[in-house]
């Protein structure tokens, strides 16, 4: 499996971005985003269903991030709004094993992360 996460960028406080990750093929388990700010440890972020049904978020964004999937594009996506100078981080997207899967070691695959900068 491989993931192809992009839609980084640099951003003013308070504005949006909508990240994407491109699977190289169909995910039949959760996705879930997960981001590593400099000097920190990689923490979560979201997670999704396979079925798209069921989400879960970080007490951090919840509120201002939502995550979706397309099955019939293998793409997950990540809208932040409201975004925040505590939101810079690179993000990554990975096939976690459970929805509630927030560690990343219950990770099985990793994208190559995309990089999201808020200005303040």
Do not use: H
């Amino acid at each position: 499996v491989q993931l192809q996460a992009s839609g980084g960028g640099l951003v003013q406080a308070g504005g949006s971005l909508r990240l994407s990750c491109a699977a190289s093929g169909r995910i039949f388990s959760s996705l879930g985003w997960f981001r590593q700010a400099p000097e920190k440890e990689r923490e979560f972020v979201a997670a999704i269903s396979w079925s798209g049904g069921a989400t879960y978020y970080a007490d951090s964004v919840k509120g201002r991030f939502t995550i979706s999937r397309d099955n019939a594009k293998n793409t997950v996506y990540l809208q932040m709004n409201s975004l925040k100078s505590e939101d810079t981080a690179v993000y990554y997207c990975a096939v976690v094993r459970s929805l509630r899967a927030t560690t990343p070691t219950a990770a099985d695959y990793w994208g190559q992360g995309t990089l999201v900068t808020v200005s303040s």
